[in-house]
């Protein structure tokens, strides 16, 4: 390990979006029907009157997933959910889903038939087809990997990269509850680990233990923003948190933003288990993961439209490049955003 350590990169190092754009920026595109390739939340390919979208995530026990606290049949949901929500954030509409599973023959058949029910509930919720996978064995725990497709109108599609100065900057739903949910969940497996007799204390979070564990993908915000006339300049999902999201739109658009905290949509139960663990709300919005609302950016003309629905927020504005990505705080301060999001290759504190 050491011998070669001078030359070597540590990838802990250099952070997940980096280690990507280190491993692919060398590709061309050699198809002149790929229309978006890496960079988005989707690729995108010419295939006609309709454009298809294709998208991948892989979920890693231990990482993504805890099975000590995670039930299988939501893993299933999940698994799909949070994929089918970067077809959204192309605008489009998902038509088939391919599932890759790795397992270990710790795994009983009820345990992955339990899997398969909840990618098939979620298959029948968003209408989406399982058109096939791979399965294979693993001797390092359990891997999910699902494969989704989608049609969306060339007309119709919404990129990184299309948000412009003045811009309003909308976010769905409410943020933060995915990160309340898993740190109730980590919390009570620490006591039940130190007191197997002690049961789990849940039924009071269920809201962010649901964000957590069952995720939805916003289908209906791509419903309403089509139902409004609305075109959004541009989207992407919230799945690393909302300071990560608002700068891959910056760094896309070439643009700046701000953003004010006292707009940030936070349920109730969020703030709650925030306080209780000492943090600040609005950090759970910025930093936490996995929430899947759409983050999107509209023309000032469409504000009438869109301002009475009880769904979407709008958190600030698009501002020109060189004023940045900015937070305005509660008490007036001006912030530069910092992408802490999720870090997936940091190293543990306990880790060599
Ligand atoms: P998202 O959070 O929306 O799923 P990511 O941050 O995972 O997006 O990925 C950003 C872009 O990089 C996407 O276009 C994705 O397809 C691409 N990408 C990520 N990992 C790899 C990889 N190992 N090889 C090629 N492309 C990748
Ligand atoms: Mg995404």
């Known amino acids: 390990m050491t011998k070669n350590k001078r030359t070597l990169t540590d990838i802990s190092e250099i952070g997940e979006f980096s280690l990507i754009d280190r491993l692919t920026s060398g590709f061309k595109n050699r198809n002149k029907k790929t229309i978006m390739g890496i960079g988005d939340d989707a690729a995108i390919i010419d295939t006609g009157e309709q454009y298809t979208i294709i998208t991948k995530d892989l979920l890693s026990e231990g990482v993504h997933f805890d099975i000590t606290y995670s039930p299988l049949k939501h893993l299933g949901?999940?698994?799909?959910?949070?994929?089918?929500?970067?077809?959204?954030?192309?605008?489009?509409?998902?038509?088939?889903?391919?599932?890759?599973?790795?397992?270990?023959?710790?795994?009983?058949l009820e345990a992955l038939q339990e899997i398969y029910k909840g990618i098939e509930l979620a298959c029948e919720k968003y209408n989406v087809d399982l058109g096939g996978g791979d399965t294979v064995s693993s001797k390092a725990g359990l891997f999910i990997s699902v494969t989704a497709m989608g049609s969306v109108a060339p007309e119709m599609v919404t990129y990184r990269s299309g948000a412009k100065e003045h811009d309003l900057i909308c976010v769905s739903g409410n943020l933060g509850g995915a990160y309340a949910g898993l740190l109730i969940l980590e919390r009570e497996k620490q006591v039940f680990k130190a007191n197997p007799d002690m049961q789990p204390s849940l039924k009071d979070y269920s809201y962010v233990l649901e964000r957590q564990l069952k995720p939805e993908a916003r289908k209906d915000i791509v419903e309403l923003l089509k139902e409004k006339n609305i075109k959004p300049s541009s989207m992407i999902d919230v799945s690393d948190g909302l300071a990560s999201e608002i700068m891959h739109i910056c760094k896309n658009s070439d643009c700046g933003a701000s953003i004010y905290e006292e707009k940030f949509p936070l349920d109730k139960m969020t703030a709650d288990v925030a306080h209780e663990f000492k943090i600040d709300p609005s950090t759970f919005a910025l930093n936490g993961g996995e929430d899947y609302e759409l983050l999107f950016t509209i023309s000032q003309n469409d504000y009438e439209k869109i301002k009475d629905q009880q769904e979407i927020s709008i958190i600030g504005h698009i501002t020109d490049k060189s004023s940045?990505?900015?937070?305005?705080?509660?008490?007036?301060?001006?912030?530069?955003?910092?992408?802490?999001?999720?870090?997936?290759?940091?190293?543990?504190?306990?880790?060599?």
């Open 77 to 108: 949901y999940k698994a799909v959910t949070s994929n089918l929500s970067d077809i959204y954030a192309m605008n489009g509409t998902p038509t088939h889903i391919f599932a890759g599973i790795a397992v270990s023959s710790r795994f009983s």
């Open 324 to 352: 940045g990505a900015k937070l305005i705080t509660v008490s007036g301060n001006e912030v530069e955003l910092r992408a802490q999001g999720w870090d997936a290759f940091k190293k543990e504190e306990n880790e060599d």
